[in-house]
C-alpha cells in the first residue's frame, strides 16, 4: 500500500512540472488582444504551481530520489503566500568506512516571501521558511577485527520528526505567457532533530545532512503563474 502511495505522488510531481509547460505553450499560441492593465483590489492576486526540475536529475543516481512541488498564493503589496511539499529516498555511498545508511520520508515547508520586480519580465524576492520533516532511516555499522570477531550494529529508526528554520533569496524571469524560471537560494538552520547513542542519522529529508546546523542549498524551478483579474 505504501509502494503504491509513493508512485502515485511521483506520478503527481512529474505532472506538476510538465503540466505548465503545456500549459504555457498553449497561450502562447493564441494571440490575445493587448489591453490596459486594470489595478487588482484583491487581497489574493494570483496563484502558482511550481516544481524543483533540478531534483528531477535524482532519477539518474542510484544514491537518492527526491521529488519536489508547491504553490505559491500571491497577495497584495506583493507578498507571497509559499506552500512546498516533496519526498526523499536517500542512500548515500558510503557515507563512512564500513557503514550503510537508508533514509526515506517526506517535508512540507510554509513561508512569507516579499518580491521586488526588476521590469515586466524579471524580479527577485527574499523571504523565510518553517519546514518539518517525518521520515525513517535505517543504518548498519561493521568493525572488522583482525583478533577478535567482526562486530556488527544495526540500527531501524521510526517516525523520525525534525524541523527548521530557513532564511531564502531568489530571481526568476518570465519566459512565456505564465511560464517562469527561477534560481532560489536557500540558508537553512536547524531547529530540533532526534539525537541518539552511539551515532545519529545521518540524513533530514529536505533539510540535509545530520552533523550540519547550518545548510547552504540551491533549487532550480519552474512555475506556472495565474493571475487573478477584476471583473469589470
Do not use: C
Not at 212 to 221: G, I, K
Amino acid at each position: 500500500m505504501r509502494r503504491r502511495l509513493h508512485w502515485n505522488i511521483k506520478f503527481l510531481f512529474l505532472l506538476v512540472g510538465i503540466l505548465p509547460v503545456h500549459l504555457a505553450k498553449a497561450q502562447d499560441e493564441i494571440p490575445l488582444p493587448q489591453e490596459e492593465e486594470v489595478p487588482n483590489p484583491y487581497w489574493i492576486q494570483g496563484i502558482e504551481l511550481k516544481t524543483d526540475y533540478l531534483k528531477f536529475a535524482s532519477l539518474l543516481l542510484d544514491t537518492e530520489e527526491k521529488y519536489e512541488a508547491g504553490v505559491n498564493v500571491l497577495l497584495k503589496h506583493n507578498f507571497a503566500l509559499s506552500f512546498e511539499y516533496g519526498i526523499a529516498q536517500l542512500t548515500p555511498d558510503k557515507p563512512y568506512l564500513n557503514t550503510t545508511f537508508i533514509t526515506e520520508g517526506e517535508y512540507y515547508k510554509v513561508g512569507l516571501q516579499y518580491r521586488i520586480p526588476l521590469d515586466k519580465k524579471n524580479e527577485i524576492f527574499v523571504g523565510a521558511n518553517y519546514g518539518q520533516s517525518t521520515y525513517d532511516e535505517k543504518a548498519n555499522f561493521k568493525i572488522e577485527g583482525s583478533l577478535n570477531d567482526d562486530f556488527t550494529e544495526n540500527f531501524d529508526w521510526k517516525n523520525l520528526k525534525a524541523n527548521w528554520g530557513e532564511i531564502i533569496i531568489g530571481s526568476e524571469r518570465k519566459l512565456f505567457a505564465g511560464l517562469r524560471a527561477g534560481m532560489l537560494l536557500r540558508f537553512r538552520i536547524l531547529a530540533s532533530a532526534p539525537t541518539f547513542d552511539p551515532v545519529n542519522t545521518y540524513n533530514i529529508p529536505g533539510y540535509g545532512r545530520r552533523f550540519n546546523n547550518t545548510v547552504p542549498a540551491v533549487n532550480l524551478y519552474l512555475k506556472y503563474r495565474i493571475n487573478f483579474k477584476p471583473k469589470d
